[in-house]
């Protein structure tokens, strides 16, 4: 199964709704690779690594979102170079 990166950027209410924490369970709980952060202009971007078919799972989920959150688009960077990064985190 090949692995690929998807790069993606939320927008919506996605701060300081447990997004990220959210989006780091659904990846870890897909067995995903990557990195989850909050962006100085409100938006939420993070990087998913595994194949195509999980990532495209693990961003239906970012669209509904934990309860308190509100998204109102995914933009979506696909690549076939993943950096193989060792596991899924929260970026400060």
Not at 24 to 43: F, H, I, M, T, Y
Not at 57 to 69: F, H, S, T, W, Y
């Amino acid at each position: 199964m090949q692995i690929i990166r998807c790069h993606v950027f939320v927008t919506g209410r996605v701060q300081g709704v447990f997004f990220r924490a959210f989006t780091r369970e659904v990846a870890q709980s897909l067995g995903l690779k990557g990195w989850v952060r909050n962006l100085p202009d409100g938006r939420v971007e993070a990087v998913f690594e595994g194949p195509k078919e999980v990532i495209e799972e693990a961003l239906k989920r970012l669209k509904i979102g934990p309860p308190a959150a509100r998204v109102d688009n995914l933009e979506t960077n696909w690549n076939e170079a993943p950096e193989n990064l060792p596991d899924f985190r929260i970026r400060y």
